[in-house]
């Protein structure tokens, strides 16, 4: 089998040569080009691509951080996130933070060593001490300076999602959800809510705290505490919806003709038996996931890509996919 000093040694140039017109680099006179790759054909060579991507660090691997992968919306977005990258000759790698910032700090110094190519960011915590702008990094939803993200219009939606809750005739609409402790495009829908609620005269009731995965439930009792007599509640993101919807088969509250209920994300409720008694804001998921890997797969190139790239996503009255 031919090697590359042997195609060099054949078209009379140097090893620097060759490699450059393997990479298809600059540097070479078409002449020069040509050369080598006669040489190339004559003597049959085949590119060692293991040995190349060792040389170039070039893994094809991505990672995806996720604070949890047993949520319905992280599972399903790294299904077509892994879709999309196998599609383009990659492979991903799923690291679960479980709410320890040090295994995401990990991840990051793989992308620094090269031992993966990037990585798409879906996180709860900021990274003010680090240049993430200068490595090849997306974020989903969430805000680095001059990093590209990827999201849905959350203001738009949840302002659509308000609304309706209140041409249902509500006048005590509740606002639920968990906060981030970085900059995030899902902090809208709760600026959407009081947007619509103080355009209208409304009372602000929020309940939005800093929590993990899994540990809603106290936020949900607190708001059935304090707040017995709304007729609405807006909340951000179904894992929350189906404790609301638990707590209040248990107190006999009936959803919607007691209660009427909105629920963003809509990754379980489409498919569930809530599907007829509470609306929710579908995101396009399959396309968000999509989005990120072409906007990743743009910066691993060294091409220029958008630092914000919003899709639509869509309000669902209950009862409507019947």
Not at 205 to 212: G, M, T
Request: hydrophobic share 40%; proline share 3%; net charge neutral.
């Amino acid at each position: 089998m031919a090697s590359i000093k042997d195609v060099a040694r054949y078209a009379g140039v140097g090893l620097g040569t060759v490699s450059r017109v393997l990479n298809d680099e600059k540097g070479v006179s078409e002449e020069t080009k040509e050369n080598v790759l006669n040489a190339i054909r004559a003597l049959d060579y085949k590119r060692n691509s293991l040995a190349v991507s060792f040389r170039k660090k070039e893994n094809k691997i991505v990672a995806l951080l996720v604070p949890v992968i047993d949520h319905p919306f992280f599972s399903k977005i790294a299904y077509y996130i892994e879709d999309e990258l196998d599609k383009n000759g990659y492979s991903l790698l799923v690291s679960s933070s479980q709410s320890r910032q040090s295994k995401e700090y990990a991840m990051i110094e793989k992308l620094k060593k090269k031992d993966v190519d990037g990585i798409i960011f879906i996180t709860h915590y900021d990274y003010k001490d680090e240049d993430l702008s200068s490595l090849p990094v997306v974020s989903m939803d969430r805000h680095f300076d001059n990093v590209p993200y990827v999201t849905s219009d959350n203001f738009d939606s949840s302002v659509k999602a308000c609304e309706w809750l209140l041409a249902q005739g509500c006048r005590k609409v509740a606002y639920i959800g968990g906060k981030t402790l970085v900059g995030s495009e899902v902090m809208e829908r709760e600026r959407a809510y009081r947007a619509v609620m103080e355009k209208n005269g409304l009372p602000v009731v929020v309940k939005s705290e800093v929590i993990k995965h899994g540990e809603e439930q106290p936020l949900v009792e607190s708001l059935f505490e304090e707040y017995g007599d709304i007729d609405g509640v807006f909340v951000s993101g179904d894992a929350m919806t189906n404790m609301i919807f638990t707590h209040c088969e248990r107190c006999g509250i009936d959803i919607p003709s007691r209660l009427k209920v909105v629920s963003f994300d809509g990754v379980q409720i489409k498919t569930g038996e809530l599907k007829n008694k509470i609306a929710y804001v579908e995101q396009p998921v399959e396309q968000l996931g999509r989005a990120a890997v072409r906007v990743l797969l743009g910066k691993i190139r060294n091409e220029k890509v958008p630092i914000k790239t919003v899709l639509k996503a869509r309000f669902v009255q209950y009862g409507a996919d019947k």
